[in-house]
């Protein structure tokens, strides 16, 4: 199984959700459900990228969590019959095994490890939600788009991702003007390259040395929670 929280589990654990797995293609910019939703199905990412997005009453919203293949999209919003509290958006092509909500809590309901495994991720992604919040509020725009850039290579397939200068204002809430200016700051420091509707990473280690301290605290997390990490290509 190619995701990676899946895959952690012990073989028992697996049995009781894999039979009940269908693969189904995600596109970019698909919505898998709203804030306000019941969430009826589990989605476990196999490849492409999750955003969870904070939506505002002015229906503006910005990019609180990303998930990629290392942790799943539909349980985190409270118990099973519960509404959805943010927006659920991919960011790429993609694919995910899907299961019904009601399925997955069986599984949680007689399994122990599962349950702990759940809590640890929740944990992990409640860590991530916290600091992308301070980090907005409190980083430079430059710091904030590196950051969101080593996230989304870390959960990519490749160097080059397909982006436009309106997804990224989309996801860390700013104007595309203000995005383009910062990426020239970043693509003068010859750390990423863009072109129409995509950007490529160059320098990864100097990308990280541009970005804010958040993004090296949210792999500590993952790290201290025992949790599976993303990695670049």
Not at 83 to 102: F, K, L, Y
């Amino acid at each position: 199984m190619d995701n990676l929280w899946i895959a952690a589990l012990d073989a028992e654990d697996r049995r009781k959700i894999e039979p009940h797995l269908k693969a189904r293609e995600i596109t970019r910019g698909q919505m898998l459900y709203d804030a306000g939703e019941a969430v009826d199905q589990v989605w476990f990412p196999i490849k492409g990228v999750v955003s969870l997005m904070t939506v505002l009453p002015d229906d503006k919203m910005v990019e609180t969590a990303a998930i990629g293949r290392e942790g799943l999209v539909g349980v985190t919003c409270g118990p099973f019959n519960a509404r959805a509290a943010s927006r659920a958006i991919s960011q790429r092509d993609g694919v995910a095994a899907c299961c019904a909500a009601e399925v997955f809590g069986e599984a949680l309901d007689a399994s122990e490890g599962m349950r702990q495994a759940l809590s640890r991720f929740t944990e992990g992604l409640m860590a991530q939600v916290q600091q992308a919040a301070a980090c907005n509020a409190q980083h430079r725009l430059d710091e904030r788009l590196a950051r969101w850039l080593l996230m989304l290579h870390d959960r990519a397939e490749d160097d080059r991702f397909e982006l436009t200068q309106a997804d990224i204002a989309g996801m860390l809430g700013v104007r595309r003007a203000t995005v383009s200016e910062v990426g020239t700051v970043l693509e003068t420091k010859n750390l990423i390259q863009r072109g129409r509707g995509w950007v490529k990473v160059l320098d990864r280690d100097g990308l990280e040395g541009a970005s804010c301290g958040c993004y090296g605290l949210m792999r500590d997390v993952m790290d201290d929670l025992d949790l599976p990490r993303p990695e670049a290509a």
